[in-house]
């Protein structure tokens, strides 16, 4: 998986238009090798890219959560410890 791609699923303030839209792009990009298609490729490339997000975003309203919504901001702060403890030790 992506290193950059993260999930999207029970965060509270909900998911934006624009994180599902920035997952699906890296998406494609890992997929297709490329993060800036030649200019034939382009229209393959963004409606990839549409083709993904509109999937996800069908995917997000369809999952039912089990528990309470992640807060977005503490999964930040601890995402962010942790890179700080691997530089730490680089």
Known sequence: MCRSIQPL???????TEDE???AALQFVRK???MTRPAPRNQAAFDGAVE???AATKELLRSLVATTAPHDRTLERQRARSR????????
Not at 9 to 15: A, L, S
Not at 83 to 90: C, D, G, M, V
Request: net charge positive; no cysteine; charged share 25%.
């Open 9 to 15: 699923h029970n965060y509270d303030p909900p998911t």
């Open 20 to 22: 599902v839209r920035a």
């Open 31 to 33: 997929v297709s090798g």
């Open 51 to 53: 083709a993904v997000a």
């Open 83 to 90: 890179w700080e403890r691997r530089q730490a030790r680089a």
